[in-house]
């Protein structure tokens, strides 16, 4: 009895301490320079065994060798997800500028009219007489009237 128990602590002990290699010749190169306790560690706790981590000191992620993503334009949005990783851009453009289609200063994304240049108020264009209708296509601009009278007044006769 004592000796089938000692057999079996043996076999847990040899099972629960063994792990397994995945790339023997990464093992090797550093058991070359290192302990086999120091390969077969995760000093940085990345999950990625020290033998098969590109970066042993730097917390990192499996997918990348044990390595943090890096973030060329420093915009918080990692390269491997950066459309453009040498201009900062925000998350809701993958990290890209807003662009400026029509050169007016105003972003696409908060301009009336993206494709039509604008450099006289901030969103949109002028209307003078405030019914709606811009200036440009308002037959009477500072006089207010529905648009569907392109933009002068409805005279009702009564």
Known sequence: ?????SFILFFVFLFC??????DKEKFKK??????????LSDEDKDSVLFYLDECP???????????????TDNDGIV????????????SENKGCPWPDTDGDGILD???????????????G???TDNDGVEDRIDNCPVVPGP????????????
Do not use: H
């Not at 009895?1 to 128990?5: D, S």
């Not at 058991?31 to 390969?39: G, V």
């Not at 000191?57 to 973030?71: I, M, Q, R, S, T």
């Open 1 to 5: 009895m004592k000796i089938q128990l």
């Open 30 to 39: 550093c058991r070359k320079e290192f302990s086999k306790k120091i390969c």
């Open 147 to 158: 648009k569907t009278n392109n933009g002068c007044p409805v005279c009702t006769q009564g």
């Open 79 to 90: 390269d491997k997800d950066d459309v453009c990783v040498d201009v900062v851009g925000p």
């Open 57 to 71: 000191k730097v917390f990192g992620v499996a997918e990348n060798n044990g390595c943090a993503w890096k973030d």
């Open 109 to 123: 994304k908060d301009d009336k009219y993206p494709t039509i240049p604008d450099s006289a108020v901030g969103k």
């Open 125 to 127: 264009f002028i209307d």
């Open 17 to 22: 301490s063994s792990q397994e290699i995945a």
